[in-house]
């Protein structure tokens, strides 16, 4: 009878975000320097608030993110870093993300080859586990409490700045396993794309369509996202997360600090769990390293 039924599962090994559209940092690393500026970017995020095991412990995944990525010329590229720390019930992972990525210029837009050095710390909290055999599980008495992994990434990126962009990248390829802890991280795949649309007659109005995909090569999950934007200051959209939730946004341009916040309604089967959906917050500053050039003075006999 198993071997005739077809299960579909739709789970969460790699940390998920609602700013997807603002995050290709972390996911892409040929996407570093993409920008022409520096970037700082920092997200939080609590999924589906409210949902606790039964001793009542906060078992949602909490993500918090802060990534920075520069252009530089010297390398013929740009370089990045992403701090990220991921919780999802008793399991906690740390990682840093060191990116370069190697910068040419393709038909009317900047492609971006980059390759991804990821450090992982993941850690369990055993002691908060009810084990159906009792603590003496052999299992958990064998199972150790946090591990270090190493791992890469590669990506490409093409930017047509004012225009479009697209990416595809890959995580994990290694595929390296903690011996400690027993977990088994997956190699993921991400393909993105967005493009930028100025309404004719309403050159104010700017209408911002893209779409983000990630895959473990069994389960496929799709980022369905429409941002409206007004004299590049003032957005807001709309996403559609298939069998999880649809996704509101909104946020503000102040100079060179951009705000963001996006409600997540849970639309999957968890609703019935006690959750109040999902939160989460984004912001990113940018700034040029640009110093003032001030004239230079020659002295000449002719001219005293």
Not at 35 to 58: H, L, Y
Request: aromatic fraction near 12%; glycine fraction near 10%.
């Amino acid at each position: 009878m198993l071997t005739i039924l077809g299960f579909s599962g739709f789970g969460q090994q790699e940390y998920q975000l609602s700013h997807n559209m603002f995050n290709n940092v972390a996911v892409n690393p040929g996407s570093v320097g993409s920008d022409e500026a520096i970037d700082v970017t920092a997200i939080m995020r609590q999924q589906w608030v409210g949902f606790k095991d039964p001793e009542g412990n906060n078992v949602a995944p909490q993500t918090f993110l802060v990534s920075i990525d520069a252009p530089v010329n010297f390398l013929h590229g740009g370089i990045g870093a992403t701090v990220l720390q991921d919780k999802l019930g008793f399991d906690k992972t740390i990682n840093l993300k060191l990116d370069y990525a190697y910068r040419t210029t393709l038909s009317a837009g900047d492609l971006g080859l980059g390759l991804q050095v990821n450090l992982a710390n993941k850690s369990r909290e055993v002691d908060k586990f009810v084990a159906i055999d009792g603590k003496d599980d052999p299992i958990f008495k064998n199972m150790g409490q946090s591990d270090m992994i190493l791992d890469f990434g590669l990506g490409a990126f093409y930017k047509v700045p004012g225009s479009y962009y697209a990416g595809i990248s890959a995580s994990n390829i290694l595929q390296t396993k903690g011996i400690n802890t027993e977990s088994n991280v997956k190699r993921h795949y991400y393909l993105t794309g967005g493009y930028e649309y100025t309404l004719p007659g309403h050159p104010a109005y700017e209408i911002d369509p893209s779409i983000f995909i990630k895959t473990d090569g069994t389960v496929v999950q799709y980022d369905f996202n429409a941002m409206v934007k007004y004299n590049n200051k003032f957005w807001g959209g709309l996403t559609y997360r298939p069998q999880d939730a649809v996704v509101i946004f909104l946020g503000v341009n102040i100079k060179s600090l951009m705000v963001g916040y996006s409600y997540d309604i849970t639309t999957s089967k968890i609703l019935g769990a006690g959750t109040a959906g999902s939160h989460e917050i984004m912001l990113r500053y940018s700034f040029n390293l640009e110093f003032e050039k001030h004239p230079r003075s020659y002295k000449n006999t002719r001219f005293l």
